[in-house]
């Protein structure tokens, strides 16, 4: 059911460390084409190698996507190197730090906001027509998958306001594109992962990481493997082709909304 997958071609924005560089090996080996992406050169580099290893077709494409130029050329140079797109994940994020209300200004606001919300946005308008022309060409849907979050669920935690609705904007984002282009044949689905073993987590102390642990009902963070899966289920025609403006918790129980 899941060699649908086999050839097609995926961008993965965030995607030379934790659950982006999972999803881009669980592609690899599912036999897609794999269009990794970061901002920084060596951290590219870096994973390309390591997924090169795994013997398929992946090529790396270094942009800071906060900037919408650079989600634009991002786009194009991905479509130029595959010829065109058949899945869209948008993946990078991060807290961005942490700030109380009364010390949030317009500078950390855009930081945020940018990082989480302008950045998918922008690289899903420029990958739509690609999107569309995949669709239309193949006669099977194709698809934008992005990270949520738990926090876009329950507000996040202390400090960190403006990432939780950067992604509950993202979550509704997604809901109305399904308006707007499902008679595009594009699918558009969500992500939310709880709280996941990454370096997102790398501010928290070994006690705080314990007591949030004890508030999941599987007891444990999750892995970046644990959550990839749950991407080409949502990537695959086969698997999903009647599911569309969704999201989708990957939490071990931690939240049941
Ligand atoms: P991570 O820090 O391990 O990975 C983030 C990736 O995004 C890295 O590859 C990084 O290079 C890339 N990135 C960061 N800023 C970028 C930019 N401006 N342009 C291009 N790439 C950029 O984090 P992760 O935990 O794997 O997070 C992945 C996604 O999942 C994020 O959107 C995050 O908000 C979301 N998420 C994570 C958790 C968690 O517990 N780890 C929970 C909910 C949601």
Request: charged residues 20%; hydrophobic residues 40%.
């Amino acid at each position: 059911m899941f060699n649908d997958l086999q050839g097609k071609r995926v961008l993965i924005t965030g995607s030379t460390a934790g659950i982006g560089l999972a999803a881009a090996k669980a592609f690899i080996r599912s036999g897609a084409k794999v269009g990794i992406n970061g901002s920084r050169n060596e951290s590219c580099q870096k994973a390309r190698e390591e997924l090169a290893a795994l013997g398929g077709d992946v090529e790396y494409f270094v942009a800071d996507v906060s900037k919408s130029e650079q989600c634009e050329k991002l786009v194009s140079a991905f479509v130029e190197r595959f010829g065109g797109m058949d899945v869209l994940i948008n993946n990078a994020g991060g807290l961005g730090g942490r700030r109380g209300l009364e010390t949030i200004d317009d500078e950390f606001y855009d930081h945020v906001m940018n990082l989480n919300a302008r950045s998918a946005m922008m690289v899903t308008k420029f990958a739509i027509p690609h999107l569309r022309a995949a669709a239309k060409a193949s006669g099977k849907t194709t698809s934008v998958i992005s990270s949520g979050s738990i926090a876009g669920r329950e507000g996040g935690g202390m400090g960190a306001s403006l990432y939780a609705s950067s992604k509950a904007w993202l979550h509704n984002m997604h809901r109305n594109w399904v308006k707007e282009f499902t008679k595009d044949n594009i699918r558009f689905n969500v992500v939310a992962p709880g709280s996941i073993d990454t370096a997102f987590h790398n501010d928290k102390s070994q006690e705080l990481i314990e007591k949030i642990s004890s508030t999941i009902p599987m007891g444990r963070f999750g892995t970046s493997e644990e959550v990839a899966p749950t991407y080409l289920f949502l990537a695959s025609h086969a698997c999903s082709g009647y599911i569309t403006g969704q999201i989708i918790d990957v939490n071990g129980g931690q939240m049941a909304p």
